[in-house]
């Protein structure tokens, strides 16, 4: 079965700050999602990507799928305390998603 | 705006009570998801449905049950509350192998 490993788990950044979010598979990914979730509360799509080299983004976030298609990134530029959050990233090839175990994002001023 | 509801964002209840999550949403989706989450375990999928009276088993189904009479309707049923079952409970839905649309998710406890 597929898995998805994020990293770090865990990231503490200043304000302003450039962070980056790895998830790597152990299957090649027919399609990535990117989602984030405020704390106690549900998942908000951010980005979907399906091409090898597929990059996107949205305001300050860039995702990027890889080549061989078992990597993504997720890089958030000049970091805002309103990108606090968890960031999952998702993965499926037929209408089921599993995801990974997220990392946790703080942004202290 | 699509929209997924889930039914309550907290919950308390007694082990061996049976329990209900319910979820609507509103976008005529053919697909509907529930998982539950928990610290350093992530999202697991429970049951999910592809269409109306249909289920099937996800990840870890053990201790629970579904319905899905109406297309717009997916019930989480736990038909005796256990407090390993305390966690956060997230319903999605989706059209073919379209992205995901999630609830607010209700934070169950059971005491």
């Known amino acids: 079965s597929q898995e998805l490993e994020q990293s770090p788990q865990s990231l503490i950044v200043q304000e302003g700050k450039n962070l980056t979010i790895n998830c790597t598979s152990s299957k090649t990914l027919y399609g990535l999602y990117w989602y984030k979730q405020k704390y106690g509360e549900g998942l908000i799509f951010l980005m979907m990507l399906q091409k090898g080299g597929e990059e996107k983004s949205h305001e300050k976030i860039t995702a990027k799928l890889d080549e061989k298609k078992q990597q993504s990134s997720l890089h958030i530029t000049a970091s805002q305390p309103s990108h606090a959050g968890i960031y999952l990233c998702?993965?499926?090839?037929?209408?089921?998603?599993?995801f990974g175990t997220g990392t946790r994002l703080q942004v202290f001023p | 705006d699509v929209k997924v509801t889930q039914s309550s964002r907290y919950l308390v209840k007694r082990t061996g009570e049976k329990v209900f999550l319910e979820c609507v949403q509103d976008?005529?989706?053919?697909?509907m998801f529930w998982y539950r989450q928990d610290p350093g375990l992530g999202l697991r999928l429970i049951y999910f449905?592809?269409?109306?009276?249909?289920?099937e088993k996800g990840d870890i189904p053990e201790g629970y049950s579904v319905s899905r009479e109406k297309k717009e309707r997916f019930s989480l049923i736990l038909e005796s509350a256990s407090t390993n079952q305390t966690s956060m409970y997230l319903c999605?839905?989706?059209?073919?192998?379209?992205?995901?649309?999630f609830g607010s998710g209700t934070q169950l406890s059971v005491l």
């Open positions: 998702g993965a499926g090839n037929t209408d089921k998603l599993i």
């Open positions: 449905s592809y269409d109306v009276k249909m289920k």
């Open positions: 999605a839905s989706s059209s073919g192998q379209e992205v995901l649309f």
């Open positions: 976008m005529d989706h053919e697909n």
